[in-house]
């Protein structure tokens, strides 16, 4: 059964600002996720991180206990995690390119204390965007 999971976290470092963390990361991913049949996007604003994450539950128990031990974040916080009919994301891993605009649309100034539904939300307007 497919499963979506979205959280957020920190970023530590350089992590989300140097092109190069950023590239390094999406890598990794795409070359996993496409190995695991996992599809995500991944969002970085001032510091902080939001992943939506989707695919079958072993595989994505599988890839967040990576994900969480990564020291390249902190504070890996579930936002929302359920079974899902059928995927909103398509690529193994894309990058949220303009998050300013995006957290505009919704009305939120940043994605540090997020809800679940602002998330899921977050999600809807991508698609339509
Ligand atoms: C914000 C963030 C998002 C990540 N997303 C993924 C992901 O979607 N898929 C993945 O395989 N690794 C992801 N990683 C990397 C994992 O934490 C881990 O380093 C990697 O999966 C290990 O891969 P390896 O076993 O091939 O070395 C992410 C790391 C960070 C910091």
């Known amino acids: 059964m497919l499963h979506r999971v979205i959280y957020a976290s920190e970023a530590v470092g350089a992590t989300g600002v140097s092109t190069l963390s950023i590239a390094q990361i999406l890598g990794e991913s795409d070359r996993n996720n496409r190995r695991d049949r996992v599809s ?11 992943q939506a994450l989707e695919g079958e539950r072993a595989d994505l128990d599988r890839l967040m206990r990576r994900i969480i031990a990564d020291p390249r974040h902190t504070g890996v916080r579930i936002l929302s995690d359920m079974p899902i009919a059928e995927r909103r994301l398509h ?21 540090s204390r997020l809800t679940a539904n602002e998330a899921e939300a977050l999600l809807d307007i991508r698609k339509a965007a």
Do not use: N, V, W
């Open 40 to 50: 995500g996007c991944l969002m970085f604003h001032q510091g902080h991180i939001l």
């Open 91 to 111: 690529e193994p891993m894309c990058l949220c390119g303009d998050p300013a605009t995006l957290l505009e649309r919704i009305g939120l100034p940043c994605i």
